[in-house]
RNA sequence: GCGCCUGUAGCUCAACCGGAUAGAGCAACAGCCUUCUAAGCCGUAGGUUGCAGGUUCGAUUCCUGCCAGGCGCGCCA
């Protein structure tokens, strides 16, 4: 396998690095990292090995710079080497080689920054996940389209990115759901009812009533059994809720591969099989939990339980898994999920959910810990609330009351991009302020314009030259070594790290990153453009800039595409 | 009370998983449209990185303790 040209560097200095420790038989070790320095004059690449090495020969960093330096085989493309600061090696490259980028670009187009790799590494990844009880929310929104990107994300660095979302359409949740239905049924047959506290209100609960009773007789309800009925109606209102999120979902240009029903996890046996197979290797017993610390419990009964013993493996407390009733609680059910995923041969799980069940992070970690021996298993991102407001006030949200504010009422006061971008620019460990106003400004303030709008402004620049019946040169007779500008140097080094960008991005599943790329790649952009004029130069130097654009372009559409956000033209 | 997340310029956020002079945008002030889209560019100003210790050659980053905000804490999901 061929090493990049940054690997090379850093080999040849870990050689030296060894040579020097073996050299003074040290046994300790110590790892050459390159980094890109903030400053120009430090070079191409800054590496601070000489620093902890010094501690461990005691001698000056300096110093030991000097002696790494001479050392090291260097490879050709390697200019030259300095000494700075406390004992800083900054490596510069030979000039002229970066703008060969452009041309890798233009011919890999969709392709660049992404790496096939055939032997794929299957991901299961898991997110939105929203209870298929009522819309979708703005803090679901969030989730899904930092899950859409990842998935995106993670399958242009090649990975076999298999998308899923678990619907919990078991427990008492849905029969609520039932019931709420069933009281608005009779409301609309003109009987009177009482809606109580616990039922969910807002309109959708009286669309899918009137729905149903559009399709079927009222009276072969009323002819049910109250289990039979409410196991009808939960499941009618199930699937009316999940073509709704469906729809809202493919709104915002998010499919998944997979929609996992929790029910056929119980229907099937699985959870009971789960809890047999655990309760063999010893990992269950009965006994009672302490009462809940900082919740005042007026009616609190210390009951016997089934418990799983996820102390073992890092939890907090033993967790139940089985209600006081019997029935599995929805941990037991988790586990058989992500069992299951590990049954089906996943490598990878990632998990991502909102921050309301941080909780609930180390108890299935643990689980699956015990079950497959595998730390961190699955990997889990939580990701923070949303707060929304229009025009810095907060929204008051309740979902007693019905006023929360769904995704979709968003997207359609906002659109797609903007929620999908805004959605993006922030780690999903903060806290998101997302200000209604703000989105639909179309000015500095709304980061998505100012990138599609460099993207427009390239677009705007190729129909000039045709208009003006300029030839464009075959990309192989252009000399792009002659861009030399500052702007266009900085733009063209934009573009090079584009693909070390897309890597860290990925390894870390920090999905944000490409959005940050995006708006720091229009500013080159948009400042390369003003500076420097297209149309008109000279022959030589146009036709390079022709293809600086069309690179510029071509990553920003990827970049975007990559987070689900359109790439117009015009604008 | 305990656990997790967050705290960086007036505001919203970065800082390449310990590095060099902590960077952008908005807001403020000052400039740039007879030339490819001004949804743009350019300059100035703005900092005790919540507080106090500690580890280190070196800390916004790691550790400890506080402070503030958010989320959560059996038989809901």
């Given at each position: 396998m061929q090493l990049s040209l940054k690997q090379q560097i850093s080999q040849a200095l870990q050689d030296a690095v060894d040579h020097l420790l073996a050299s003074n038989q040290i046994e300790a070790q110590a790892e050459v990292v390159l980094s890109r320095p903030?400053?120009?004059?430090?070079?191409d690449y800054s590496c601070n090995v000489a620093m902890p090495l010094a501690a461990l020969l005691k001698q000056n960093p300096r110093q030991v710079a000097t002696s790494l330096i001479a050392q090291s085989q260097f490879?050709?493309?390697?200019?030259k080497t300095d000494i700075a600061g406390p004992g800083f090696i900054n490596i510069t490259l030979k000039a002229g080689?970066?703008?060969d980028v452009l041309k890798t670009i233009l011919s890999q187009?969709?392709?660049?920054?992404c790496i096939s790799n055939e032997a794929g590494q299957p991901v299961c990844l898991e997110f939105v996940?929203?209870?298929?009880?009522?819309p979708m929310h703005v803090g679901h929104g969030r989730g899904a389209v930092v899950g859409d990107s990842l998935a995106n994300l993670l399958a242009a660095r090649g990975y076999a990115v298999h998308k899923e979302y678990y619907i919990?359409?078991?427990?008492a949740q849905i029969g609520v759901l039932a019931n709420s239905v069933w009281l608005r049924m009779q409301e609309l047959q003109g009987l009177s009812i009482t809606f109580p506290d616990s039922a969910y209100p807002g309109q959708y609960i009286i669309d899918i009533a009137t729905s149903i009773l559009a399709d079927e007789d009222f009276a072969s309800f009323e002819a049910m059994d109250d289990e039979t009925r409410q196991k009808e109606l939960g499941q009618r209102a199930v699937n009316e809720n999940m073509a709704m999120i469906r729809k809202d979902l493919a709104t915002i240009g998010i499919e998944f591969h997979q929609y996992f029903s929790e029910k056929t996890l119980h229907e099937s046996g699985r959870v009971n099989q789960l809890i047999e197979k655990l309760q063999n290797q010893g990992l269950i017993y009965k006994g009672c939990l302490p009462p809940p610390k900082?919740?005042?419990?007026?009616?609190?009964q210390p009951t016997e339980q089934l418990l799983f013993r996820t102390t073992d493996f890092g939890d907090d407390v033993d967790r139940p898994l089985q209600k006081q009733d019997g029935t599995a609680t929805y941990f037991a059910a988790d586990i058989a999920y992500h069992d299951d995923k590990v049954s089906r041969g996943y490598p990878y799980m990632i998990d991502i959910w909102g921050?309301?069940?941080?909780?609930?992070v180390t108890r299935v970690q643990s689980a699956m810990k015990a079950l497959t021996?595998?730390?961190?298993?699955?990997?889990i991102l939580l990701v923070q609330m949303v707060n929304l407001t229009r025009d810095g006030q907060p929204f008051k949200m309740s979902k007693r009351a019905g006023t929360f504010v769904t995704l979709n009422e968003i997207v359609e006061e906002v659109g797609k991009d903007a929620v999908r971008f805004n959605f993006m620019t922030?780690?999903?460990e903060s806290q998101l302020d997302f200000d209604l106003e703000a989105a639909k400004q179309?000015?500095?303030?709304?980061p998505v314009y100012y990138v599609q709008y460099a993207h427009a402004r390239v677009n705007a620049v190729l129909r000039k030259a045709k208009e003006e019946g300029i030839n464009i040169a075959e990309i192989a007779d252009?000399?792009?070594?002659?861009?030399?500008s500052k702007e266009e140097l900085k733009l063209i080094k934009m573009l090079l790290s584009y693909p070390e960008m897309l890597a860290t991005a990925a390894e870390r599943r920090e999905p944000y990153r490409i959005a940050l790329f995006a708006m720091k790649l229009a500013a080159a952009f948009h400042s390369f453009y003003h500076h420097n004029?297209?149309?008109?130069?000279e022959e030589n130097l146009m036709q390079a800039r022709l293809l600086l654009l069309k690179a510029s372009a071509q990553v920003i559409k990827n970049a975007l595409a990559l987070l689900g956000v359109s790439a117009p033209e015009q604008m």
């Open positions: 903030k400053i120009r004059e430090h070079g490879p050709a493309d390697v200019a080689g970066e703008s187009a969709g392709q660049y920054g996940s929203a209870n298929p009880t009522g919990n359409d078991a427990g900082g919740k005042e419990i007026e009616d609190y921050a309301d069940h941080g909780g609930y021996g595998l730390d961190k298993q699955p990997e922030r780690r999903v179309k000015n500095d303030e709304n252009v000399d792009t070594s002659i861009l030399r004029r297209v149309i008109g130069v």
